[in-house]
């Protein structure tokens, strides 16, 4: 009776999987502060989106993480940089039996781990940034991405990357904005799997929202709409119910929330002392984060819970 009545069920379809790819390993590396999860090779991530098409897994996310990095991360639109090489493997393997999604930044590429190009003063040009962002998207779509994702969060991203992607015959290609991203404390892991330290211990506080403020959000899901994004999305998940539900009542897109690297850490560790059934855990905050409004959810948890699933 209660599975009958159920006003929420979550599916495998409702996940994607966040996935790390590196450059120059032999073999798959562990992320210490993300138990299951690690840096693939590209062969290793070959056989791990073959195993997620197995499993019901619509797509995953791609991060790149390149051999070297420079202060205007130019191996993000490099035709031979990690991501695109890694794109153009899983399309000639899978097709389209996967959904293709690219992160769309320069944090993993820059010597200074800010999301853009840094000025005199040491901050971020916005302006100067968006013309990297373009080049980005243009070499990610190029390599087969059917989505590339923007979370830099500069100022006009989305309209400036929609531009150039119509500009080189690429129209087809789906913008997800991070348009509510927010400067969180619970992306700690994820700086350690794709290798990012801001310098001079700095933050990321000038671009990205503060955690106090919920109609902020809503402006800039507006924004980014008026600017062509086909998707939206809500990072973080569980400590944003709030934001994801009122984003829910106000745009009909595709609205995603990526349960982060904290979030999973977190309930990683809880279940490795025997504090929580970590399974269930993880059921029930994946479902939760879908009451909310999500239409579909990245998280680490992808391959787990389409097992639970199953």
Known sequence: MRRLVAETTLTTADLVAPVFVREGIDEPQPIASLPGVVQHTRASLRKEAGRMIDLGIPGLMLFGIPSAKDAVGSEAWNPDGIVQMALRDLRADYG????LMSDLCVDEYTDHGHCGVVDDHGEVDNDATLALY??????????GADVVAPSGMMDGQVAAIRSALDGASFPDVAVLGYSAKYASSFYGPFRE???VTIVDGGDRKG??????NGREAMEEIRLDLAEGADMVMVKPAVAYLDILHRARLEVDVPLAAYH???EYAMLKAAAANGWIDGDAVALETLTAIKRAGADFILTYLATEMAQVLA
């Open 260 to 262: 982060v690297s904290g």
């Open 193 to 195: 799997a794709v290798d």
């Open 207 to 212: 671009y990205q929202q503060d955690y106090r």
């Open 134 to 143: 373009q080049r980005a998207a243009v070499a990610q779509a190029s390599a």
């Open 96 to 99: 389209d039996s996967l959904v």
